[in-house]
């Protein structure tokens, strides 16, 4: 009776060392699985952080590369002479909108200028609003040449195409000088022009600005 009890005794020791042993061996199976798929995981995201940060990457490297081929590209077509900037535009939007305001001013000034008398140069003073004419005539023994620069001052002064805009003409100067074997008068007049401000409260149409 005695032996029967310890034989069952130990057999039932074994078998609780053996399910101790496979729960054991369970537990470290498990254990490694999830080890394993922690890791598994862990690398794909990583891979996938790695792969995002290099199309970021090549992406920003794209803009900059396109950006400096831009900054290029204008550096080289502001050197063109076929080159237009923004002040270009408003200039040419500007003698575009006034050009028929001159054709009148033009006409008349040809028109009190005597027959054997040139206008050889105009050109504007923007910051004094100064308009200045020279020119050349032949020069007469019968007449001073002060007396013809007076006189063509007076017929500007009297056009009424021509005041609406010229508030003062003013001889500038005057000098005899060779034209190959003829001896001419070459003479200059500055006529002050109204101001945009002053043309904008006026009736009359406002003088265009030619450079």
Request: proline fraction near 2%; charged fraction near 30%; charge should be negative.
């Amino acid at each position: 009776m005695t032996e029967l009890s310890t034989t069952i005794g130990f057999r039932i020791n074994l078998n609780k060392v053996a399910l101790e042993s496979r729960e054991e061996a369970r537990r470290k199976r498990f254990f490694w699985v999830w080890m394993l798929l922690y890791f598994m995981v862990l690398g794909a995201i990583l891979a996938w952080g790695y792969r995002y940060h290099e199309d970021i990457n090549a992406k920003l490297a794209e803009r900059r590369q396109r950006l400096a081929d831009i900054n290029a590209e204008l550096s080289q077509l502001q050197k063109s002479p076929r080159y237009v900037s923004e002040e270009d535009v408003r200039v040419l939007a500007a003698l575009e909108q006034n050009r028929l305001l001159w054709t009148p001013k033009l006409a008349a000034l040809a028109e009190v200028i005597p027959a054997k008398a040139v206008y050889t140069k105009m050109s504007y003073d923007q910051d004094r609003n100064l308009f200045q004419l020279e020119g050349l005539t032949e020069v007469r023994k019968d007449q001073k040449e002060l007396d013809f620069v007076l006189a063509l001052i007076d017929s500007i002064r009297a056009d009424s195409t021509l005041s609406a805009d010229f508030l003062d003409v003013d001889f500038d100067f005057s000098k005899h000088i060779n034209v190959g074997e003829q001896r001419v008068l070459e003479f200059g007049l500055v006529c002050k022009v109204r101001s945009p401000e002053a043309s904008a409260s006026s009736s009359e149409p406002q003088m265009m600005v030619v450079e």
